[in-house]
Structures are given as structure tokens and as C-alpha cells.
């Protein structure tokens, strides 16, 4: 029978033997995958981890300091690194959603290797992918067709003589929260929803400026900060907000504007696969649909996503 605590032990045991004394860079995201996987590591090869936080300029408003006080009583060694810059450089007119994962992937591959090359002699590079990020991009529908590459760093280059260390590979997201509270991690991190590597790179359908994503952060503050004041957060697997590439005409005061279209999206799910759309309180849908308009500079309406997975994907690209 599997138990987190099994789970634990073996791993840990594995984790001894297979990486020992070496060092290894893992990529933290903020989220309850890394996470997991770096207390994980923490436990078998303690001060032998570096942890990494990148800033992809395509986090959630606040994100970058938020997650850096969260792990400051964990014990974990984490840099932050700012490549902001560097990310949205890469994505410039990029509109192609497989072409924006590949170029994230390889500007976090780049970070990753300049980050490893000031610790020194560092040999793995550790993630938190689990198993749904592995079927979903290698096959869903026969083999080698891709539905979305999950994978946010795929295979590493040559160059990099890194070997890769992924902890979690064969367990579903619940069971990684198992894991992680088995491990002592807070219930607010354990319980925070999926957001994919990639940011909002893949909820700003068409090309990303900077303005689009603060449009987008924005937008998105206030569907989340509103699930948590209606004391809907945790009744919600994964929320977020997609910035359509539509513009649709509206009316203020006795002027016509011609603005952005914001989709917000809710689902139900236990491990992503499948997920049905939440049923969220129409007086909520209407609070946050007000918040949103009267203070996003930018956008004049706001919709609601409707659609269950299959076939309608989480994220929209
Ligand atoms: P979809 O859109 O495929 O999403 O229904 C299923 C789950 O995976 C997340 N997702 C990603 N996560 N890199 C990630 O780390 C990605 O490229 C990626 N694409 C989708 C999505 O947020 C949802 O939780």
C-alpha cells in the first residue's frame, strides 16, 4: 500500500544514494510541485541544494515577493533572480503557444546554467514535474502526438552536462499534497492553486507585450483576491484569467471605447486531466466583473469560461 510516509522514506533513501554528495540546482516555482521536491531533497542532501526562484516577468502581481518571504522559514537555501527582462525579450511577438513554452523553457535553461555555473561544480538539476505533466506532453491521443508540452524545462542541451533529478515523476497532485504535508509544509503553500510555468505567457492569447501582462496581472489580483474573500479559494482547483486578443466595443459616459475582453476561468479537478467548471455564485461573477472594469484601464468586458475539459483544456493555449 502506498503512504506518504513509504513514499518519503523511499525516496529519500534514493535520493542518498543516487545524488549523495553533489550538488543540484532546482528551479522552485512558487507552487506545491517544487516545493515538495525541494524539502524532499533538503531532507536527503541538505545544504547540497540550491534552490532557485526566477522572476519570468510572467508571474502574478506580487508573486516574486511573495513567494520569496514564503520559504523563509523553511530552512531551504532560495535565491531569487530577476530575468524578467530577459523572458519577455524571448517572447517578443512570439504568438505561437507551443514556440512561447520552447523559448520559456530555454530562457529558464539558460538561468538555470549561468545560476550553476557561479555555485560550482553542481551536477543535477532537480524538478518537480509530476506524472500528469509527463503523459500530457509525451501522448494523450497515440503516441508522440502532444497536447501541450507541460514540460517547462524539456530536454537539457548538451552543453550543460547537467543530469536531471525529478522526485515527484510517478505521483498525481493529490498525492504530492500528501507528501508535502507529511513533510511538515504549510497547509496555505500545500493548498495554493496550480499555475503553470510558463505564467501568463499562455493566458495572453497573441503576442505579449508588458502592457498586456500588467493588464492581465491585474485582472487576475482581483479574481483571486475575490475567491479568498468569499471564502471561495479552496473550493476552486485552479482559477486564473485569459487576455483575449478581441477587442469589443463598449460605452462610457457618452463616449464609444473599443477595449480588451477578459475571459476568467474556474475549474473543478483532482489532477488536471479532467475538470468541470465551477458553478461560481452569480453575485460573485458580478462583484468581480464590476472590480474588474471599473479598475482595469484597458478592459471593457468580462466573461465567464463555461467549458469542461475534454475538450476544452484548462488554459486556453
Ligand atoms: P491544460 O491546459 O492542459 O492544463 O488543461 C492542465 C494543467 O496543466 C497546467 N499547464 C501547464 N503547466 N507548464 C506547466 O507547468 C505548461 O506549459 C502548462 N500548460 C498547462 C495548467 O495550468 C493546468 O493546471
Known amino acids: 500500500d502506498w503512504t506518504p510516509a513509504k513514499f518519503v522514506d523511499?525516496?529519500?533513501a534514493d535520493l542518498k544514494k543516487t545524488v549523495g554528495n553533489q550538488k543540484v540546482v532546482l528551479g522552485l516555482s512558487g507552487g506545491v510541485d517544487s516545493s515538495v521536491a525541494?524539502?524532499?531533497?533538503?531532507?536527503?542532501i541538505g545544504k547540497n541544494l540550491y534552490c532557485i526562484f526566477v522572476n519570468n516577468g510572467l508571474l502574478r502581481k506580487f508573486e516574486f515577493e511573495d513567494v520569496l518571504e514564503q520559504y523563509k522559514d523553511m530552512g531551504l537555501?532560495?535565491?531569487?533572480?530577476?530575468?524578467?527582462?530577459?523572458?519577455?525579450?524571448?517572447?517578443?511577438?512570439?504568438?505561437?503557444?507551443?514556440?512561447?513554452r520552447k523559448r520559456i523553457?530555454?530562457?529558464?535553461?539558460?538561468?538555470?546554467?549561468?545560476?550553476?555555473?557561479?555555485i560550482k561544480d553542481v551536477t543535477y538539476l532537480a524538478q518537480?514535474?509530476?506524472?500528469?505533466?509527463?503523459?500530457?506532453?509525451?501522448?494523450?491521443?497515440?503516441?508522440?502526438?502532444?497536447?501541450?508540452?507541460?514540460?517547462?524545462?524539456?530536454?537539457?542541451?548538451?552543453?550543460m552536462k547537467l543530469k536531471v533529478v525529478e522526485p515527484l515523476k510517478m505521483l498525481f497532485k493529490d498525492e504530492v499534497r500528501r507528501v508535502g504535508s507529511e513533510l511538515g509544509i504549510s497547509p496555505l503553500l500545500l493548498g495554493r492553486h496550480p499555475f503553470p510555468g510558463p505564467g501568463l505567457?499562455?493566458?495572453?492569447?497573441?503576442?505579449?507585450?508588458?502592457?498586456?501582462?500588467?493588464?492581465?496581472?491585474?485582472?487576475?489580483?482581483?479574481?483571486i483576491k475575490a475567491l479568498r474573500d468569499w471564502d471561495l479559494y479552496d473550493k476552486v482547483w485552479q482559477a486564473g484569467a485569459m487576455l483575449l486578443p478581441v477587442h469589443s466595443v463598449g460605452v462610457m459616459g457618452d463616449e464609444r471605447t473599443y477595449e480588451k475582453v477578459v475571459a476568467l476561468r474556474a475549474v473543478e479537478s483532482t489532477d488536471g486531466m479532467t475538470a468541470d467548471w465551477v458553478d461560481l455564485p452569480y453575485k460573485f461573477l458580478q462583484n468581480v466583473s464590476n472590480k474588474i472594469i471599473n479598475q482595469v484601464k484597458g478592459v471593457n468586458r468580462v466573461v465567464y469560461d463555461i467549458s469542461s475539459k475534454p475538450p476544452s483544456t484548462i488554459e486556453w493555449e
Not at 77 to 100: H, M, Q, S, W, Y
Not at 105 to 118: L, P, S, T, Y
Request: hydrophobic share 40%.
Open 77 to 100: 537555501n532560495v535565491k531569487g533572480v530577476d530575468a524578467a527582462e530577459r523572458f519577455l525579450t524571448a517572447l517578443k511577438d512570439i504568438k505561437d503557444p507551443e514556440e512561447k
Open 38 to 44: 525541494a524539502v524532499l531533497l533538503h531532507k536527503a
Open 105 to 118: 523553457g530555454n530562457a529558464f535553461i539558460e538561468v538555470f546554467d549561468d545560476e550553476a555555473h557561479q
Open 201 to 223: 505567457a499562455i493566458r495572453i492569447l497573441d503576442d505579449i507585450t508588458p502592457e498586456k501582462v500588467s493588464i492581465l496581472q491585474e485582472v487576475d489580483y482581483i479574481f
Open 10 to 12: 523511499m525516496t529519500v
Open 128 to 159: 518537480g514535474t509530476i506524472y500528469p505533466d509527463v503523459i500530457e506532453s509525451v501522448s494523450v491521443n497515440g503516441p508522440s502526438v502532444t497536447i501541450k508540452s507541460h514540460h517547462n524545462v524539456g530536454g537539457l542541451p548538451e552543453y
